[in-house]
């Protein structure tokens, strides 16, 4: 059975009369995830968009016409001539009217595993083409994470993605300290793809080679059960009061490392300040901390003991990026690891979410392979990633990013392809709003999802069991020869080949492909790749041989090393990328930024929206967690996700007391609410989940309903109608969706979900 690959592991398909039948798991991978079944019964089912599609009223009134993109509209079956057309005449016109700058080349997502059929790099190769686009920067996932990173250590994805292994942990680490938890179902994932899925084997390595584990955060669920962690909840939002009350305590009793402080760390002197509080008269104390986390003093302090006294492993939550002021978790257990002296040193100091993906601890080599060139871009114009609707509703306003001033460009045009802001984003009565602002949207999708229904103009891709591709990514150790098994469904192209029809007609396809077929691309990528892989002494296969025998297994390092090693060794000759070549606990840039409004060091700010605050008209904190059964909204209409809702919905989980003093009963429909909107889902009751905080998974597919107020309700449970639309700071202008308050209450029997239907299709051809 040949070989397909996604982000959620490789499978074997099976195939019969030239359907896919079965996904079968690879051999090689020990913890094989049920995610990819979702795709077996969807590939061909009603849902699939089997030829082009323009919305009815853009294709009989224009780009003028009044916008009204709800996910109701109407759609046109139209060919692909005509399509293509379509596509290039409106790129065109907004280029020649507007300029570049006024084409939004979103394309934000995971889209395919395979290293050439990437949406994201296949649309901005093509949109760089013809003169480039306003493009988008960092990620949903840990924005402010990956913004601080890059100050306080010069690098942010090489700290992020290669901490100290899991063989690593197990043979040195002591005492694993988990703030946010690390939580098994996000480590299905990795962006690329993989072969071997390694957390689950690393934490039972680590748990029976003696390492001891402590889970702080809101859900006991966080760590896995049969890890046997202590669970320390706290309130969603406080983890830096926390960390700061234990750096406290370990500065006050004189555990630190100042020799490690002074050798290694620039500015450990005004952070010691703000601690003491000389700087702000606030002694961040560990009674100061127990007072806003809700953890007692006396658990803070035995914790900052054991910490200073153990070989210390500070691993810290993706999902804590995703929050007001998200750049303080990162920075501040960058601070408290280098307090205890540890960093660099085997199985101890710091990681950035062990348990946020399958690649995040796994031993593999350190080897960067080849990917489709994109081309430089010709316009200078970005956003950050979370700031679309802002920039859609308030074009040439002023706005600060990471010492920058920048102003939002006037959009004209979006061009997707991979990805659904409809999931990813949050307020969604805002985006809808914002939504209504371009005068052409221009979405690939293979399924109606929300967002192929709130598109102008939708072509069909393919899935990538329709297409031949390789997935080779630094992030794991297997490479695999993606095989073709079934032919596309319906008229669907894959999309170099949409945008190679689109490139003809705009007179650049020379340029687009380069003279070179799918196949020979292909072969370009890895036989480019085999090159830059003996630079890491790494061997791969020929070509043809890999494709017979259908992947490859890469050697692992025989030394398991992290990123800070090197550092650790010798900061003189191996600095890090800062102004200081240091760990910048207090950050030269911060420092500088006029327009940062923070202390250049860690510190705690109270949330806008957080336990703290809650009042008995919003009396919830709400968790909105990465789902377990499929990556962010991609299957959320197959059988994986639809066999995890309650009643169809999505659940919310609830502790039992909570749910009594409401009076729901287990299984009951609730409605969810706040000022932006509302969501239905099933209550789901868990003893795991502390007092006044509930949890629903993000993906479900939007179901909009627009209330006599304006504001959205979601008949099939999309929290991110509930989400904050705000940003961190004015430093990485993050999403801050784990800042939400809201309240619920029964909801009798509501009409059923309209999200898993097809839009009308009026009629074929103009």
């Not at 071997?196 to 029976?208: I, S, W």
């Not at 006396?298 to 804590?320: E, H, N, P």
């Not at 962010?632 to 066999?643: E, F, I, N, Y």
Request: charged letters at 20%; hydrophobic letters at 40%; a negative charge.
């Amino acid at each position: 059975m040949p070989l397909t690959a996604a982000h959620w592991g490789v499978y074997r398909a099976e195939v019969l009369d030239g359907r896919l039948k079965a996904l079968h798991p690879f051999e090689k991978d020990p913890d094989p995830s049920p995610i990819g079944q979702g795709i077996v019964d969807v590939i061909d089912g009603p849902l699939r968009i089997r030829t082009p599609m323009v919305r009815k009223a853009w294709l009989e009134s224009g780009p003028a016409t009044e916008r009204q993109r709800n996910g109701q509209d109407e759609f046109v079956s139209i060919g692909w001539s005509e399509a293509t057309k379509l596509v290039a005449g409106e790129l065109d016109r907004v280029r020649r009217q507007h300029g570049n700058r006024a084409i939004y080349g979103g394309s934000y997502g995971w889209s395919s595993a395979g290293r050439f059929h990437h949406a994201q790099s296949q649309l901005h190769r093509f949109l760089n083409c013809i003169g480039g686009y306003t493009r988008s920067v960092n990620s949903y996932s840990l924005a402010a994470g990956e913004v601080i990173l890059s100050r306080i250590l010069g690098d942010a994805a090489s700290f992020i993605h290669a901490p100290q292994s899991w063989h690593s942990v197990a043979e040195s680490t002591e005492l694993l300290v988990a703030f946010g938890g690390m939580p098994v179902r996000n480590s299905q994932i990795s962006a690329g793809g993989t072969g071997y899925h390694r957390t689950v084997e690393g934490l039972r390595q680590a748990r029976d080679a003696g390492v001891s584990f402590i889970n702080i955060s809101p859900n006991r669920a966080d760590v896995s059960a049969e890890l046997e962690a202590d669970w320390i909840p706290v309130r969603p939002g406080s983890d830096v009061a926390l960390m700061l009350g234990l750096a406290h305590e370990i500065q006050n009793n004189g555990w630190h490392d100042l020799d490690f402080l002074d050798r290694y760390t620039h500015g450990y002197s005004q952070f010691a300040a703000y601690l003491t509080g000389k700087t702000d008269d606030v002694v961040k104390s560990a009674e100061w901390a127990a007072g806003i986390a809700g953890v007692p003093e006396a658990t803070i302090k035995a914790l900052a003991r054991r910490m200073a006294r153990s070989r210390t492993m500070i691993s810290v939550g993706w999902a804590l990026t995703r929050q007001d002021n998200g750049e303080q978790p990162f920075w501040m257990a960058t601070a408290l690891a280098a307090m205890l002296g540890q960093i660099g040193l085997p199985g101890r100091g710091v990681a950035y979410g062990y348990g946020a993906a399958n690649s995040v601890g796994v031993e593999r080599r350190q080897v960067q392979y080849a990917a489709f060139p994109q081309f430089s871009n010709p316009v200078n114009e970005f956003i950050p990633v979370a700031r679309i609707a802002d920039m859609l509703l308030s074009p040439g306003a002023e706005y600060a990013f990471d010492g920058e001033t920048l102003h939002f460009p006037d959009i004209r045009l979006v061009y997707w392809a991979g990805g659904n802001p409809f999931h990813h984003h949050q307020d969604l009565t805002r985006l809808s709003e914002a939504w209504q602002r371009p005068e052409t949207i221009i979405v690939h999708d293979y399924c109606w999802n929300a967002l192929a229904k709130r598109a102008d103009i939708v072509l069909p891709c393919t899935t990538p069991l329709e297409r031949n591709d390789i997935m080779i990514t630094p992030r794991d150790r297997f490479v695999v020869a993606m095989k073709a098994v079934i032919p596309p469904v319906g008229q669907a192209k894959n999309d170099h080949d949409i945008l190679r029809g689109v490139a003809v007609e705009l007179g650049v396809e020379d340029r687009f492909a380069d003279g070179k077929s799918t196949d020979e691309w292909l072969a370009w990528i890895y036989e480019e790749s085999r090159v830059l892989a003996r630079k890491s002494d790494v061997v791969l296969p020929d070509y043809e041989r890999f494709l017979d025998i259908g992947w490859h297994e890469t050697d692992l390092p025989k030394d398991p090393i992290d990123v800070f090693t090197a550092f650790r060794n010798d900061p003189e000759t191996a600095p890090l990328k800062t102004p200081s070549g240091k760990i910048e606990i207090t950050s030269t840039d911060v420092a500088s930024f006029r327009k940062a409004s923070l202390f250049p060091f860690p510190a705690w700010y109270e949330p806008t929206e957080w336990l703290g605050c809650a009042s008995s008209d919003l009396p919830f904190h709400l968790i909105s967690s990465q789902p377990a059964e499929k990556l962010h909204s991609q299957l959320d209409h197959g059988r994986a996700s639809q066999s995890a809702k309650y009643m169809g919905r999505t659940p919310l989980t609830i502790h039992p007391k909570d749910a009594f003093a409401l009076g729901l009963s287990e299984g009951a429909c609730i409605r969810v609410h706040n000022s932006r909107g509302s969501c239905l889902a099933t209550a789901e009751f868990d003893a795991n989940l502390m007092r006044g905080v509930v949890q629903m998974s993000t993906g479900a597919w939007l179901d909009a309903v627009k209330m006599e107020d304006g504001r959205l309700l979601c008949r099939n449970g999309n929290p991110n109608v509930l989400t904050r639309d705000g940003r961190t700071s004015s430093l990485a202008q993050g999403p801050v969706a784990h800042s939400c308050l809201v309240a619920i209450e029964p909801y009798g029997c509501p009409d059923p979900s309209q999200a898993y239907q097809p839009p009308i299709i009026r009629k074929i051809g103009r």
